[in-house]
C-alpha cells in the first residue's frame, strides 16, 4: 500500500468556529464546504483536517478528548509568540521534552490538542532507547 494523503476527521457541532480557527492560526485552506462538512489541507502538505457534524441519533458525542494534531515547525518560539498574540490560549507553555521536541499546545474549538514542536537533541537517556532501534 502507497499512502498519498492522510487527513484526520472530527466530528463537531463547530464547524464555522473549527474552520476559521484552523485557516486563521495555521494557514490551511479549505477545499470543500457544505452545511455538514468541511474539509482543510495544510499548506504544501498531503494532509488535512476535515470536521463533520454528528450524524447519529443516540449515542455519546465527540467530545475532542483524546485526540491531539501535532504539527511539526521550524521555529517553535516564533509560532508560540505568535499565536499568544492573537488570543490563542495557551494549554501547555512551551519546554523542552527529554525525548527531544521543544513544544507547546492548544486547543481547538473542538478541545483537540494541537501539539506544536521542534525537534531538539534528546536527553542521553532517550538516546539510549533511541539508539537501541537502530539496526
Known sequence: MKIKR??????????????????????????????????????GLPAGVSFTKTQRDAGEFFNGSGII?????????????????TGVEICQEIVDKPWGERSFVVNDPNGVHIYIYKSIPPTPEYQVVYDSFKN
Do not use: G, M, Q
Not at 468556529?17 to 474539509?39: A, G, M, P
Open 6 to 43: 492522510i487527513d484526520t476527521t472530527i466530528s463537531t457541532d463547530k464547524l464555522s468556529e473549527s474552520k476559521d480557527f484552523y485557516i486563521r492560526h495555521f494557514n490551511f485552506t479549505l477545499v470543500y464546504e457544505s452545511d455538514w462538512y468541511i474539509e482543510l489541507i495544510a499548506p
Open 69 to 85: 494534531i501535532s504539527l511539526e515547525v521550524d521555529d517553535v518560539d516564533a509560532e508560540y509568540h505568535r499565536l499568544k498574540e
